[in-house]
């Protein structure tokens, strides 16, 4: 099928002397058509938003969603295979990786989780934080590898008490 649609479209191209869009071409996806979500409780501590973007696809393997922290919400530790991108866009956040300091986030802020590192994000206590991720996935299509839930005294920057 996908051939047959390259054939027509080659050959409307030539036919043409203006420009021909490709009939598998660019995709819009209108605002507020997909349904946000709540962060599952198993993955979040607080009241988490998710508001996807875009999927993975076979031509990018990489989502998109909009993610909002109340203040003091955050997510569980994790690890990306493929790792991912985090852009704020509003409010205070925190970000830590596993064994160093918590690291304050802000709007145009970029954070780079390589794969496999081990971290958490989230709001400020006393802000609520949005960011951007932009998250690799790996042959699998998985993106993420779910871990412990971040301890309160984790999250005040204390050591870990167990």
Known sequence: MRAIKT??????????????????????????????????????????????LFPGTDAINASGAYVTFEPGARSAWHTHPKGQHIVVTQGVGLTQEWGKPIRRIKPGDVVWCPPGVKHWHGAAAETAMTHLVVTGQDADGENVNWMEKVTDSQYAGRPNDS
């Not at 479209?9 to 598998?24: C, E, F, G, K």
């Not at 071409?25 to 709540?38: E, K, N, P, R, V």
Request: no cysteine.
């Open 7 to 52: 054939a027509i479209w080659a050959m409307a191209l030539a036919a043409s002397t203006t420009a021909v869009a490709d009939p598998a071409g660019q995709t819009l996806t209108a605002a507020g058509s997909q349904a946000s979500m709540a962060g599952p409780e198993q993955f979040f501590t607080g009241d988490v938003r998710v508001d996807p």
